[in-house]
């Protein structure tokens, strides 16, 4: 079986290279299509903001001339200036069962890294932990909510025989509207929230959309200080944060989203977002003709049924004050008076116990597992 690598110099390639999963998931009833347009628009041109920092070489691995896998070698400036590494990333793999071609691509993405001086490949990162990463491990039974990865089980074994090792494991967790357990140890969430509720210097409130540049500039304050320690930070530059922002615009539903300001300062914030997954299935990856229309009638019509607790942070210096149960609290009670059944919680830190702690007191089931992986080269 002769396997060609070659890396994506045409925009026929592009088209072969974002056609791959098609043919990897075929049969497969739990994967939700990627939204093919925004996969061009960051792979395909250099107007996304991670180009101003970061550097992408795609390839395609063809077995007797047919498509049969792809991966990204990434170079994430902003990451190596951050923590002062040398360390090159793979992402947007996907692959056939065969070994063979799973290790070529990897080869291929290893000596493009190596040939910039990286000596470390960590991933699978599409392109860096601030958007899809991590490898499910755990969990395949499950469709993928809104902006997490999926892919097949054997996946794992390709990575490891390559050499890949573990680095870090990512947590996602299942809350029920309907389960009783947690239901009952919610109560103590409640009496936590109730007291830190009477602090006289503390505002919970929803962000108001009319303003939503002021507000997205204090997530971004609260961001970028609750997260900056840990494991796999990546701060956003200014130009990402605002196409975040951009984005999330169009995605928030403000009585599912909380700021809380301790002393006029920003302090805490957390975000549900409604699991556009549901919808964006049905269209096979495409917003055009119909995705957009499909999208807002799923939405309107009241059909998304999950929510994904996308983000919840809280600045250092207010940790262990019940800000978290403020916010689990409210974010809960919205839910609960909502048409929504379920949310999940993800992805969190294997070892960031304070808040998989109080994810698990609040009776969050731990349903997926996803691993980051690294091989010295």
């Known amino acids: 079986m002769a396997i060609d690598i070659a890396r994506v110099s045409t925009i026929r390639d592009l088209d072969a290279f974002l056609a791959v999963p098609w043919q990897i998931y075929r049969g ?50 902003q990451h190596n200036s ?9 992402g947007f793999f996907e692959c056939s069962t065969d070994p063979d071609v799973a290790h070529a691509l990897l080869d291929a993405a290893q000596s493009w890294l190596r040939g910039r001086g990286l000596t470390c490949m960590r991933g699978p990162a599409s392109p860096s932990t601030n958007e899809e990463c991590g490898l499910l ?3 395949y039974e499950h469709a993928p909510v809104f902006l997490m990865p999926y892919n097949p089980p054997y996946y794992a074994s390709l990575l490891e025989g390559w050499g890949l090792k573990r680095a870090k494991d990512l ?31 503390l505002v919970v409130r929803r962000p108001e959309m009319r303003r939503f540049h002021q507000e997205a500039a204090a997530i ?39 700021i809380i300001e301790v002393d006029n300062t ?30 807002l009638a799923y939405y309107h019509l009241r059909k998304i049924r999950g929510l ?5 942070g809280v600045v250092e210096e207010h ?34 116990h304070l808040i998989n702690n109080a994810i698990e007191a609040w009776g969050g089931r731990l349903y997926k597992r996803y691993r980051m992986y690294e091989k010295a080269i």
Do not use: C
């Not at 994904?308 to 919840?312: D, E, F």
């Open 137 to 139: 491990v755990e969990g």
């Open 308 to 312: 994904r607790l996308a983000a919840l």
């Open 28 to 77: 497969n009833a739990a994967w939700v299509p990627p939204l093919v347009d925004n996969q061009r628009a960051l792979l395909g041109g250099k107007e996304h903001p991670f180009h101003r920092h970061g550097a992408l070489e795609l390839f395609l691995a063809r077995s007797d001339g047919r498509p049969a896998g792809r991966v990204a070698a990434i170079e994430n400036g």
């Open 220 to 258: 971004k304050e609260i961001y970028r200080r609750a997260w900056s320690g840990n494991w796999g930070f990546v701060p956003m530059t200014n130009a990402e944060f605002d196409h975040f922002a951009a984005e999330l615009r169009q995605l928030i539903v403000p009585e599912l989203a909380r």
């Open 82 to 90: 951050f923590h002062e590494e040398r360390t090159g990333f793979f």
């Open 319 to 352: 940790r262990k004050a019940g800000l978290e149960a403020v916010l689990m609290h409210d974010l809960y009670q919205e839910m609960m008076e909502s048409h929504y059944q379920w949310f999940e919680l993800g992805w969190t830190l294997e070892d960031n």
């Open 266 to 295: 920003p302090a805490a914030f957390g975000i549900l977002l409604p699991n556009y997954n549901e919808a964006i299935r049905h269209t096979n990856g495409r917003f055009w003709p119909f995705g957009v229309p499909l999208i």
């Open 171 to 201: 947590y996602a967790y299942y809350v029920d509207k309907k389960g009783q357990e947690h239901a009952q140890r919610f109560v103590k969430v409640r009496r936590v929230s109730e007291r830190v509720r009477r602090r006289g210097d």
